[in-house]
C-alpha cells in the first residue's frame, strides 16, 4: 500500500548526535517533518520514521498494535545508537509515550527526552467501552488536525480502528507502569488549549518520572499538533537549546549557531 503524500519517514546523516523523533497515533512523519529539517539544518543526525500501519490507510493500521509501534522506534534506537555519540529521543502524543518507553527501556543510551503534549492515557468511557466495542464496531471518528493555526492539515487518518485504540490503551497502561524508570533530563512542552490530550497526561508523567533535570513549558497558542501550530519556532528553539546544554560536541561543531 503506498505512503500517503507527505507522510514518508526523514532521515539526516550529520554530526554525532542523534535525535530520533516519533509521531503520534494515526498519524504520520509530517506533523514533525519541519521540526526534523530544522535539527538537521543544526548538524544533527536525525532520524523520523513511519510507524507500522500509519501513513497509507486505516485498514492497515488495524492490524497493527503497540508492539508493531514501539518495535520499529526501538530499532531505530538501536541504530542511531550505533551511528552517534550521544542520542535523544523526541515524541508527540503517543509518540511521546514511545519516547518515554525508550528512555526507561535503554537507560544511558538516551540522553534525554523530549515531549510535546505527550499522552498518557486513554480518557473518557470509551475507555471502558473498548474491551467490548472493538469486536462489535471497526472505528470511531479520527483524531487529526487538532491546530489553531489556519490552513494548516495534519495528515492522518479520519477513522480510528478500536482494535488499535485498546491496544493504546494497553500501552499506555504499560508505559505508566514504566516512568519512574524514566531519569533522564527531561523537556516537557504542552498546549493549555489542546482538544486531544487533557493537562493532567503531563502532569501524570511529571509526577512520575526519576528525572531530576525537568522542565516544562506551555504553548500557549497552539493545539495538540504544536509541531505545525503558531509554536513551533519555539518547539524547535527549545529543543536545540535542550540538547546543546547535554551535548557538549554540538557547540563545538558551532551547529548551535546555524552549523
Same mark, same amino acid.
Given at each position: 500500500?503506498?505512503v500517503l503524500p507527505g507522510?514518508e519517514?526523514?532521515?539526516h546523516?550529520g554530526?554525532?548526535v542523534?535525535v530520533?523523533?516519533?509521531h503520534?497515533? #494515526?498519524?504520520s512523519?509530517?506533523s514533525?517533518?519541519p521540526w526534523?529539517?530544522?535539527l538537521?539544518?543544526?548538524n544533527l543526525t536525525v532520524?523520523?520514521?513511519?510507524l507500522? $500501519?500509519?501513513?497509507?490507510?486505516?485498514?492497515?493500521?488495524e492490524?497493527t498494535?503497540?508492539?508493531?509501534?514501539?518495535a520499529?522506534?526501538?530499532?531505530?534506537?538501536?541504530?542511531l545508537?550505533? *551511528?552517534?555519540?550521544q542520542?535523544?529521543v523526541?515524541?508527540?502524543s503517543?509518540?511521546?509515550?514511545?519516547?518515554?518507553r525508550?528512555a526507561?527501556? !535503554?537507560?544511558?543510551a538516551?540522553? $534525554?527526552?523530549v515531549?510535546?503534549?505527550p499522552?498518557?492515557?486513554?480518557?473518557?468511557?470509551?475507555?471502558?467501552?473498548?474491551?467490548?466495542?472493538? !469486536?462489535?464496531?471497526?472505528t470511531?471518528?479520527g483524531?487529526?488536525?487538532?491546530i489553531?493555526r489556519?490552513?494548516?492539515?495534519?495528515?492522518?487518518?479520519?477513522?480510528?480502528?478500536?482494535?488499535?485504540? !485498546?491496544?493504546l490503551r494497553?500501552?499506555?497502561?504499560?508505559?505508566?507502569?514504566?516512568?519512574? @524508570?524514566? #531519569? @533522564?533530563?527531561?523537556?516537557?512542552? *504542552?498546549?493549555?488549549?489542546d482538544?486531544v490530550v487533557?493537562?493532567a497526561?503531563?502532569a501524570?508523567?511529571?509526577s512520575?518520572?526519576?528525572?531530576?533535570?525537568?522542565?516544562?513549558v506551555?504553548l500557549e @497558542?497552539s493545539? !495538540?499538533?504544536?509541531?505545525?501550530?503558531?509554536?513551533a519556532?519555539r518547539i524547535?528553539?527549545e529543543?536545540l537549546?535542550f540538547?546543546g546544554?547535554?551535548?557538549?560536541?554540538?557547540?563545538k561543531?558551532?551547529t548551535?549557531?546555524? $552549523?
Amino acid at each position: 500500500m503506498p505512503v500517503l503524500p507527505g507522510a514518508e519517514p526523514y532521515r539526516h546523516d550529520g554530526g554525532e548526535v542523534g535525535v530520533l523523533l516519533c509521531h503520534g497515533f #494515526t498519524g504520520s512523519p509530517q506533523s514533525l517533518r519541519p521540526w526534523a529539517e530544522y535539527l538537521a539544518e543544526h548538524n544533527l543526525t536525525v532520524t523520523l520514521p513511519l510507524l507500522p $500501519g500509519h501513513g497509507t490507510r486505516w485498514e492497515d493500521m488495524e492490524l497493527t498494535g503497540w508492539q508493531d509501534w514501539y518495535a520499529e522506534v526501538d530499532r531505530e534506537l538501536r541504530a542511531l545508537s550505533r *551511528r552517534c555519540a550521544q542520542v535523544f529521543v523526541f515524541g508527540l502524543s503517543m509518540g511521546g509515550a514511545l519516547a518515554l518507553r525508550l528512555a526507561a527501556r !535503554h537507560g544511558d543510551a538516551v540522553s $534525554g527526552v523530549v515531549v510535546v503534549n505527550p499522552a498518557n492515557k486513554v480518557h473518557g468511557l470509551s475507555a471502558y467501552a473498548l474491551p467490548v466495542a472493538r !469486536h462489535v464496531v471497526r472505528t470511531t471518528k479520527g483524531i487529526t488536525s487538532d491546530i489553531a493555526r489556519p490552513g494548516v492539515v495534519e495528515i492522518g487518518y479520519d477513522r480510528v480502528p478500536l482494535h488499535a485504540a !485498546h491496544s493504546l490503551r494497553n500501552f499506555f497502561r504499560l508505559v505508566d507502569g514504566e516512568l519512574p @524508570q524514566v #531519569t @533522564q533530563p527531561l523537556l516537557v512542552l *504542552r498546549s493549555p488549549q489542546d482538544h486531544v490530550v487533557p493537562a493532567a497526561d503531563s502532569a501524570r508523567i511529571l509526577s512520575r518520572v526519576s528525572s531530576t533535570d525537568v522542565r516544562e513549558v506551555l504553548l500557549e @497558542q497552539s493545539y !495538540h499538533v504544536a509541531t505545525l501550530d503558531h509554536d513551533a519556532d519555539r518547539i524547535c528553539e527549545e529543543s536545540l537549546t535542550f540538547v546543546g546544554r547535554l551535548a557538549p560536541s554540538l557547540g563545538k561543531e558551532g551547529t548551535a549557531a546555524g $552549523g
